[in-house]
Structures are given as structure tokens and as C-alpha cells.
């Protein structure tokens, strides 16, 4: 798309060129006639000489030149200032955040990663508030469940937990410690994060688990690759861990990728695990083997999953909905589906066309607020 949009600008900017050079030069041409018309008449008649017209004429090159020269500069300048710009915005995206002095440092071995959020309220730049006094206690082992439409804040609660953007109102804290005065590094290497996207370097299948751990050891690399259900397929490959993926490695299908980007994730031991979407590209069943994976890895540890399907939320000890960043409705599974509201219109609709029979209860209707 956004090349098709840059292709047709670049023709459009040839075909003007194309037009426009042409008559330029013709110009430029019948320029140089008339002059030598002129100054030919004035040497046949005598006011001239011949070296003088000869002089002028080498002359006039030195000023034709830089003429022709700021128009391309100037050309050159537009372009150049359009990319810079496009540059800098790109290096302001990400708000650089930097440890306070003396920040503390969170150590690997004590810290617990329980996690607070106390009435926080947040915009980015000067927009509207991307979220409004979101408050929520994530103790170690709790699942934490977030449920919300598409800009509804959801990401933004883990990109504040990271730490990428500075809290102006309210706080975050971490095992007690509010996340400001925490050491940047320190805070982001107790989290991993799946994103729905899922990146795989062009390596090993090894070393794409093992990225963020280059001293895994295999049976490590492969305790993870069970925990995400990953082993199974990757046994089937013909070069097993030592298959090659990435671009110029085998493909591998979405969910496939997905649960390589899962047991990286779980390589690392970390004490809060956020799933930003992350098994949307597995099948149910898939994904069900997954959560079950996570339950005995995820023991004592705090874990937020981001979802659009009730069913990788069900399990959570508490879910939050979300509605442009605001918190609307919160509660376990079987508090929300009792109650009207928008938990319950998913739900319906999500799992409206099951069949009433098997192990899923049916859609709830009316009954009690
Ligand atoms: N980097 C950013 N700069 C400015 N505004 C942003 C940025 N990221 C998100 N927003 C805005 O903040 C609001 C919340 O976005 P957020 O990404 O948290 O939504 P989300 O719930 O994760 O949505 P989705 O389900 O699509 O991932 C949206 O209005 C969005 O436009
Ligand atoms: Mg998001």
C-alpha cells in the first residue's frame, strides 16, 4: 500500500521532470542562439572583437552553472528536510526514559514482581487520556486479564509497566518500589512480552529461543520449547532445533511462529509475563495446551494477558474491561458473565453458534444484574 502510494509519486514526479527538462534546456538553447546571433552581428560590424565574444561566451558558463546548480540544491534541500523530519520524528517516538540517580536496582534473585497501579491516568503527548484512573493489584501468581476494543488502552498498561513513558499522574509500583525510581534495565529485564507479531530472526530455531539467553543450555532451551507446546513440531522438522527460520529459513505457520516467540519468552525465567494478544493465532485447542503450559510455569509469578477471545481469559483471576481507558467493568469470569454489561455481550457472541451440549456453557440470557 504505502508503496504503491510511493511509486506513484515517483512517477508523478518523473513525468513533470520528463515535461519540464525538455523546455528548460530549449530555453537554455535559444538562449545561447540569440546571444550568438547578436554578439555574431556586432563582431561583423565592428564594435567587438572576436576574442571579445569568445571571452563572454566562456564567461557566461561560469554564470549559467550555479544557476543550474541551486535549482537542483534546492531540490535536493526539499527532499532532504522531508526525510529528516520523517528521521527525528522516529527517533521522538519511543520517549526515552532514563534512570533516576540512585534508581533501585531490582534484583533477579528477591524481587517478587508484584505490580500496582494506583489511579493512573495517562495521554500520550497532548492527546485525549489513553487511560483514566486505572487502579489494580497483581500480586505474584495472579492472572490478570484485559479485555477491551481496539484502542481501548489495553497495550498502553503494559507500555506504562515497562516504564517506556513517564507517569505524570498517579503511580506504578513494583514489589512496593514506584517504577520511577527503579533502574530502567533492571525493571524490563523481570518482563517478557509476546506480541501477536512475531519476529524470527534468520537462525537456528535454537538460537531464536535462546535470543534473550545466550547461555540456555539445550535441555533449558528445550524445557521452554515443551512449556509452549513447541517441541512437538519442532521434532518433526527435519533438522529438529538446528532447522533454519526466519527469512531465509523454513516457514513456519503463525501459530507455530507464535509459540517459538512464547518459549523465548519463557527462556528467561521472567517474573511478569505479559501476553499481548499472543495466542490469537493458535487454534483453541492449542492455546488451551499452552495456558496449561503457563499455569505450572507461571506458578508465583505475575502474568497480564491481553485477548480478544473470552476463552484465553476465562482462567484469569481477574479480568478488566476496558473502555477508552477506562476500567468498566472487573471481576472473574463466572462475576462478570452474571452481570449485564459488556463481558456478557462478547461472551454471547463469541459463543452464540456453539453447540449447547458440550463442555462450554451456553449463552446467558437476561436473569440477574
Ligand atoms: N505511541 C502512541 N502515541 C500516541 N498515541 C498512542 C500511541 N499508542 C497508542 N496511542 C493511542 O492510545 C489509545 C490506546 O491505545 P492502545 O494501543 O493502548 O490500545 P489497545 O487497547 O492496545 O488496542 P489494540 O486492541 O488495537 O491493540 C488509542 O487511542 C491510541 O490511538
Ligand atoms: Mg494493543
Not at 492455546?287 to 480478544?308: D, N, P, S, V
Request: avoid cysteine.
Amino acid at each position: 500500500m504505502r508503496s504503491t502510494a510511493y511509486q506513484n509519486n515517483q512517477v508523478g514526479a518523473a513525468t513533470i521532470w520528463a515535461r519540464f527538462f525538455p523546455l528548460m534546456e530549449l530555453l537554455a538553447n535559444i538562449g545561447v542562439v540569440i546571444l550568438l546571433v547578436a554578439g555574431g552581428l556586432r563582431v561583423i560590424d565592428g564594435p567587438l572583437t572576436l576574442g571579445e565574444l569568445v571571452a563572454f561566451f566562456s564567461m557566461i558558463w561560469y554564470i549559467i552553472g550555479p544557476m543550474w546548480n541551486i535549482g537542483f540544491l534546492i531540490n535536493n534541500y526539499t527532499q532532504s528536510k522531508a526525510s529528516g523530519e520523517r528521521v527525528l520524528e522516529l527517533l521522538h517516538s519511543y520517549v526515552h526514559v532514563k534512570s533516576v540517580e540512585d534508581a533501585v536496582v531490582l534484583d533477579k534473585d528477591t524481587i517478587k514482581g508484584h505490580v500496582r497501579f494506583e489511579n493512573v491516568t495517562f495521554s500520550y503527548a497532548d492527546k485525549e487520556p489513553a487511560l483514566r484512573d486505572i487502579s489494580f493489584d497483581a500480586p505474584p501468581g495472579k492472572v490478570i486479564g484485559l479485555l477491551g476494543g481496539t484502542g481501548s488502552g489495553k497495550s498502553t498498561i503494559i507500555q506504562l509497566l515497562m516504564h517506556a513513558y513517564n507517569v505524570k499522574q498517579g503511580r506504578i509500583t513494583v514489589d512496593g518500589f514506584d517504577i520511577r525510581n527503579v533502574d530502567v534495565q533492571s525493571l524490563r529485564s523481570q518482563i517478557a512480552t509476546v506480541f501477536q507479531e512475531t519476529f524470527l530472526f534468520s537462525a537456528s530455531i535454537r538460537d531464536n529461543i535462546a535470543y534473550a539467553n545466550k547461555d540456555a543450555t539445550m535441555e533449558e532451551i528445550e524445557r521452554a520449547a515443551k512449556l509452549s507446546k513447541a517441541h512437538e513440531f519442532i521434532m518433526e522438522l527435519p533438522l529438529g532445533y538446528d532447522t533454519l527460520v526466519g527469512e531465509r529459513g523454513m516457514g513456519l505457520s503463525g501459530g507455530q511462529k507464535q509459540r517459538i516467540a512464547i518459549a523465548r519468552a519463557l527462556i528467561r525465567n521472567p517474573h511478569i509475563l505479559v501476553l499481548d494478544d499472543a495466542t490469537s493465532a493458535v487454534d483453541m485447542e492449542t492455546e488451551h495446551e499452552i495456558q496449561a503450559g503457563f499455569k505450572e510455569l507461571m506458578r508465583g509469578r505475575t502474568t497480564f494477558i491481553i485477548a480478544h477471545r473470552i476463552s484465553s481469559l476465562k482462567d484469569a483471576d481477574e479480568i478488566l474491561v476496558l473502555d477508552g481507558g477506562r476500567i468498566t467493568q472487573r471481576g472473574t469470569h463466572q462475576q462478570l458473565i452474571r452481570q449485564q454489561g459488556p463481558y456478557r455481550d462478547v461472551y454471547n457472541i463469541q459463543y452464540a453458534d456453539r453447540p449447547q451440549s458440550g463442555e462450554d456453557e451456553p449463552a446467558v440470557k437476561g436473569g440477574t444484574a
